[in-house]
């Protein structure tokens, strides 16, 4: 397994909650990560990304709510979550190594397993 969130959990609405994904690969440093998440009975969507050189992107909904970062030294990529609602609900997975942009969302050619994040109302 080359990837491997974790930190999802239970939250109520406007809190927040912090995502790991640890690479275990050799070029992490030079990858370009991400974060999608799949709610319930829709297609995985985009949330954020970074680039190796630390250029971030956001979707529309979770900007100024959500931060990515990463830590190079760690090879770990993280997704911190504030604001939270209950429509942030969702099977967060991270992702390594971009694959293509299409209409300026970033997409990866490998993925970790998921992390569950709940929001309460």
């Known amino acids: 397994v080359q990837l491997q969130a974790s930190g999802g959990g239970l939250v109520q609405a406007g809190g927040s909650l912090t995502l790991s994904c640890r690479d275990s690969g050799r070029t992490f440093s030079s990858n370009a990560m991400g974060w999608y998440r799949q709610i319930q009975g829709k297609e995985r969507e985009f949330v954020a990304g970074?680039?190796?050189?630390?250029?971030?992107t956001y979707a529309d909904s979770v900007k100024g709510r959500f931060t990515i970062s990463r830590d190079n030294a760690k090879s770990t990529v993280y997704l911190q979550m504030s604001s939270l609602k209950p429509e942030d609900t969702a099977l967060y997975y991270c992702g390594g190594r971009l694959k293509t942009i299409v209409a300026g969302i970033p997409s990866y050619e490998y993925w970790g397993q998921g992390t569950q994040v709940t929001v309460s109302s």
């Open positions: 970074i680039l190796s050189g630390g250029h971030r």
